[in-house]
């Protein structure tokens, strides 16, 4: 091989080593409100300014805090939930459930 054919090769590693990281570790969004309604594959939260938001569970939700599982949520728990901003719709990755907030905190 020639030198300049080996820099190209070089470079070419050295580019997909840098982008193959941030392709399969996609950004994570948060988005912290109440439940609003809660269904079998789906759920809707509502955040203090008034934004709602919906969700779906997969089967690699993660629920975590005061409660355990998805089937445990229920209208009313504060959550805070990890999701991709590429999902269509959007997929609950992880939910920590919070303590219930009162209306003024």
């Not at 990281?21 to 008034?50: C, H, M, N």
């Not at 355990?68 to 229920?74: L, M, Q, T, V």
Request: charge should be positive; hydrophobic fraction near 40%.
């Amino acid at each position: 091989m020639t030198r300049r054919a080996l820099m190209s090769a070089a470079g070419l590693l050295l580019t997909a080593a840098l982008l193959i990281p941030s392709l399969s570790s996609a950004d994570y969004r948060e988005f912290s409100g109440r439940i609003e309604t809660v269904k079998k594959k789906k759920f809707v939260v509502e955040s203090r300014q008034g934004d709602k938001v919906s969700f779906v569970f997969v089967a690699e939700t993660q629920v975590t805090g005061q409660r355990k599982s998805a089937k445990k949520i229920k209208k009313g728990d504060w959550v805070t939930v990890s999701w991709k901003l590429a999902d269509n719709p959007r997929k609950a990755y992880k939910i920590v459930v919070s303590r219930a907030r009162k209306k003024n905190d």
